[in-house]
């Protein structure tokens, strides 16, 4: 079963905040998986088939193409900026953290929705404050529970490449993602998860409210 009808969203006729709407969903999914089969490569030039621009899909710039076409909402251009920008908004959310000192799964599977914004630190040497410098989309568990995440990555495998690019990959908090390497070899910085944003604030109060959801732009 694929993803776009596998993936288990919490959604009912209570109050639900910052969930994308299952059309925005499917729409995420299918944007996903095309690029996907178009082969569009991690940071590689991609014109958009309007020929209106060129696109430089790292994973920053992938997050934001998405953002752009399937919610209508302007992210900005780096993983830091998006994570500095939802900061100063006060919507990000820390990673909870277990007393190891791993992210605890659980806690954060069970805080994260469709469309937040997963972000880690020190994935490669970043000269930026805050030092975050790798961004996903969080969209949801399949059947059998397994997190997914889309956007596009270096080298990872994911539901189509085989190299890295932009595609649909599993998403685990505490897989290793590398770091900054020190003259001696060891890591100076060790990459890590550090939590999540939520660019849209969406409310849903029941049937007799149906249509009302709202998004709003950050600003900035």
Wanted: glycine share 12%; with cysteine.
């Amino acid at each position: 079963m694929g993803v776009a009808c596998a993936l288990i969203l919490a959604w009912s006729g209570c109050e639900v905040q910052a969930q994308l709407r299952p059309e925005q969903h499917k729409a995420l999914v299918d944007t996903v998986r095309w690029l996907g089969q178009e082969g569009v490569g991690y940071g590689e030039a991609w014109r958009l088939p309007d020929q209106s621009g060129v696109w430089d899909m790292d994973c920053s710039n992938t997050v934001r193409y998405l953002y752009r076409r399937v919610m209508g909402v302007e992210l900005p251009r780096t993983a830091s900026d998006q994570y500095w920008t939802l900061s100063q908004q006060g919507r990000i959310t820390d990673a909870p953290v277990l007393r190891d000192g791993t992210v605890d799964t659980t806690a954060l599977l069970g805080q994260l929705r469709s469309g937040d914004l997963l972000f880690w630190e020190w994935t490669y040497n970043i000269k930026r404050t805050p030092p975050v410098s790798h961004v996903m989309i969080y969209l949801g568990r399949t059947a059998n529970g397994t997190p997914k995440m889309a956007g596009s990555s270096s080298a990872s495998l994911g539901e189509t490449a085989k190299r890295g690019g932009v595609d649909i990959y599993n998403f685990d908090p505490n897989a290793s993602m590398g770091g900054v390497k020190s003259f001696f070899g060891g890591y100076s910085h060790k990459a890590r998860f550090v939590g999540f944003g939520r660019p849209i604030q969406q409310i849903r109060k029941g049937p007799e409210t149906a249509g009302t959801d709202a998004a709003s732009r950050p600003q900035g």
